[in-house]
C-alpha cells in the first residue's frame, strides 16, 4: 500500500510508471476479488489512461494527481460505464456523463480504475445491504467494513487503489473509514459538486475522499471542491491550498470536547484509544476544553425522520417508465410502477421509503417532518455556539469497532445507532473526518473523529495530519 | 402513535409499493419500533424555533437563459426499458371502458 508521495517518489526516480502501477493494482483488485469491494473494474480503460499521463509525464504537462489512481463509489456517475448503486433497479443503467468530481479527477490525471460496492442507494452502516453481495472487512472476512461506502473503504486498505470517492448522507464515508483503519472526510455541505452523484437525502448527502493518509485526502479534496454550475446548492467560497495547512503545529489550538460523546454505550477501548490521542494534542500546546451539545441524543431520531423524508421523495423516479428495471407483464401503468419498484428495491430502501412517506404523509407532517426539521436547527445551533469558543471538536467516530456481518441486519434500530456520532455533522452540514486511532484487543480499528466549522476542513486535516504524523 | 396494518398498507400504496402479508407485519413491527424511538423529539418544546430546510445560506441562483448543449434525444432514450420511435414506451394509459 502505497500513499501519493512515494507514488510520486518512484515515478520521479524512473522507476515505475503510471501504466506499471495501474498494472499492480489491477492485480490486487483480482487476488482480493473475495472481498467484492468492486461491482465494476475498467482494465482496459485505466490503462489507456494512464498511458495518457505517461506521455503528460514525459512532456511535463502532467495534472496534480498523475499517478493516483482512484476507485469510485458506484452511485457516482463515471460516463459509459454502469452506475448501479447497489440496486437491482439500476443494474443496467449506463451513465450518459460524468460526475463533476469524475471529470475533475480526470482533468487532474487521476486514473479512474472501477466502481466500488455499497449498501443500496447508500443506505446502510454495514455493506451488507448491496444487491450484488456483502462487502468484506480485509482484517476479519466474518466482519463488516462499515457503510455505506464499505466498498471504496476496502478497495483504499487492500490497496487496490491509491484513494476512492465515496458519499456520506449520515456517516457513509467516516465510519467505514473507522471500521477499515483509514482516513474518511465529509466535506461541508455544499464544498464538493453532487452534480452526478444519485440523489439519496439532498439536503444531507456529500461526496469525499478516503485515503492512506490525511495528505491525500487534502490532495483529493482540493481538486474536486469548489462552485460548480451544474448543482445550485454547490457553495460560490474559495478553496484554500490544502496541502499549506498541514502545519504540523497544534500549538494554542482550541479543541473541545463534547461530553456527550463520551457517555454510556461507548465501548471502553474506543475511548481509551481516543483519549490518548487528546492527550497527545494537549502535550503540544493544544488547549482542550469540554463543551456540551446538549441536543446530541436527537440526532439519530432527527437524522431518520428528515433522511427518510427526503429519501421518499427523491426514489420516486424509479417508476420503470424512462430508465431502470421494469418488471415484465404489467397490464396497466400503475402495475407498471407498483411491481417495478417492488421487485427492483431491496428491503432496506423500502423500509425507508415507507417510514419516509409515512413521515410526509396528511396528518404526520407536522408531528414528524417539520418537527425534525425544527430540532434540526437546534442541533446545527448546538454546534454554532460551541464554535464560538473552540476551533474544532473531537469525538469517536462510531461507539464500537467492526461488528460480525449478520449481526445487526434484522434490527435496524441497532443499525442505525451506530452512526450515533456521524449524523450530526450531516444534520449540521459542518464538516467531519475520521483517522485511525490504533486497533483493539481483537486488532480491528478504532476511528477518530475531527468537526469542523462550517467550510473549514483546513482546520480539521491539519489536526488530523498532525495526530497521524506525530 | 403506532402505526396499524391498515397504516402501512396505505403507505405502499401511497409510494407505490406491494408487499407480501408477511413482510407488511414485520413493517409494521418495524416501523412501530423506529416511530417509538422517534417519539423522544416530543420531549422538546420546539414551538418558538424556526424549521431548518437548508445548512447553508444561499439566495436565489440565477444563470443567463442561454442556449447550450443539452442530453440528445438518442442519448437519453439509451437507457430506456421500452421505446418507440423517440418516445418512451409504457402500458396503455386509459382504459378500454
Known amino acids: ?470 | 402513535m403506532s402505526v396499524t396494518l391498515k397504516d402501512v398498507e396505505h403507505m405502499a400504496k401511497l409510494a407505490r409499493l406491494e408487499f407480501s402479508e408477511e413482510e407488511k407485519q414485520k413493517f409494521t413491527h418495524q416501523l412501530n419500533d423506529i416511530l417509538a424511538y422517534v417519539e423522544q423529539l416530543n420531549k422538546l418544546d420546539t414551538s418558538k424555533v424556526e424549521p431548518l430546510s437548508h445548512v447553508i445560506e444561499l439566495s436565489n441562483v440565477f444563470r443567463d437563459d442561454a442556449v447550450k448543449p443539452g442530453l440528445a434525444t438518442e442519448e437519453a432514450l439509451k437507457n430506456a426499458p421500452a421505446k418507440s420511435d423517440k418516445f418512451f414506451k409504457v402500458p396503455k394509459v386509459i382504459g378500454d371502458k
Do not use: W
Open chain 1, 1 to 470: 500500500m502505497k500513499t501519493f508521495d512515494s507514488i510520486r517518489a518512484e515515478l520521479d526516480s524512473g522507476k515505475t510508471s503510471c501504466e506499471k502501477i495501474t498494472q499492480e493494482y489491477l492485480g490486487v483488485i483480482e487476488q482480493g476479488k473475495r472481498l467484492n469491494a468492486f461491482l465494476a473494474v475498467f482494465p482496459e480503460q485505466s490503462l489507456e489512461q494512464a498511458r495518457t499521463v505517461d506521455k503528460k509525464r514525459s512532456a511535463g504537462t502532467a495534472g496534480p494527481l498523475a499517478g493516483m489512481v482512484v476507485s469510485i463509489k458506484d452511485v457516482i456517475c463515471v460516463k459509459d460505464a454502469r452506475v448501479t448503486c447497489g440496486s437491482k433497479i439500476l443494474e443496467h443503467f449506463v451513465s450518459p456523463y460524468d460526475a463533476t468530481v469524475v471529470s475533475r479527477l480526470k482533468q487532474a490525471d487521476a486514473v479512474i480504475i472501477g466502481k466500488t460496492n455499497m449498501d443500496e442507494f447508500a443506505m446502510g452502516s454495514s455493506t451488507e445491504n448491496s444487491a450484488y453481495g456483502r462487502v468484506k472487512l480485509p482484517q476479519d472476512e466474518s466482519r463488516v467494513p462499515g457503510g455505506s461506502s464499505g466498498g471504496s473503504a476496502v478497495a483504499v486498505r487492500a490497496g487496490m487503489s491509491t484513494t476512492a470517492l465515496g458519499s456520506d448522507t449520515g456517516g457513509s464515508i467516516r465510519q467505514p473509514a473507522s471500521f477499515t483503519g483509514v482516513v474518511g472526510l465529509k466535506p461541508t455541505y455544499g464544498r464538493v459538486s453532487r452534480y452526478g452523484l444519485v440523489a439519496f437525502a439532498s439536503s444531507f448527502d456529500a461526496i469525499g475522499p478516503l485515503a492512506l493518509s490525511t495528505k491525500d485526502a487534502a490532495r483529493v479534496l482540493g481538486v474536486i471542491a469548489g462552485h460548480d454550475e451544474h448543482d445550485s446548492t454547490s457553495a460560490e467560497v474559495p478553496v484554500p491550498n490544502y496541502l499549506g495547512a498541514l502545519t504540523k503545529d497544534v500549538k494554542g489550538l482550541r479543541v473541545g470536547i463534547p461530553k456527550e460523546y463520551f457517555g454510556s454505550g461507548l465501548e471502553a477501548e474506543v475511548r481509551d484509544a481516543v483519549e490518548k490521542k487528546i492527550d497527545v494534542l494537549r502535550k503540544h500546546g493544544a488547549i482542550i476544553q469540554e463543551v456540551s451539545l446538549p441536543h446530541s441524543e436527537y440526532t439519530i431520531a432527527t437524522y431518520y425522520i428528515l433522511a427518510t423524508a427526503e429519501a421518499s421523495s427523491n426514489l420516486a423516479r424509479y417508476d420503470g417508465a424512462r430508465y431502470g428495471y421494469r418488471a415484465k407483464g404489467a397490464n396497466d401503468l400503475m402495475e407498471m410502477y407498483v411491481q417495478s419498484r417492488s421487485q427492483g428495491f431491496g428491503a432496506e430502501v423500502k423500509r425507508r421509503i415507507m417510514l419516509g412517506t409515512y413521515v410526509l404523509s396528511s396528518g404526520y407532517y407536522d408531528a414528524y417532518y417539520r418537527k425534525g426539521q425544527k430540532v434540526r436547527r437546534l442541533i446545527q445551533d448546538d454546534f454554532i455556539s460551541a464554535f464560538k469558543n473552540v476551533d474544532c471538536l473531537i469525538t469517536p467516530t462510531s461507539p464500537s469497532t467492526s461488528f460480525k456481518a449478520g449481526e445487526k441486519v434484522d434490527d435496524p434500530l441497532q443499525m442505525y445507532l451506530s452512526d450515533i456520532f456521524t449524523t450530526s455533522a450531516n444534520l449540521a452540514g459542518i464538516p467531519g473526518i475520521s483517522i485511525p486511532c490504533g486497533n483493539d484487543r481483537q486488532g480491528l480499528p478504532i476511528g477518530l473523529q475531527i468537526l469542523g466549522k462550517h467550510f473549514d476542513e483546513a482546520t480539521i486535516f491539519r489536526v488530523a495530519d498532525f495526530l497521524e504524523t506525530t
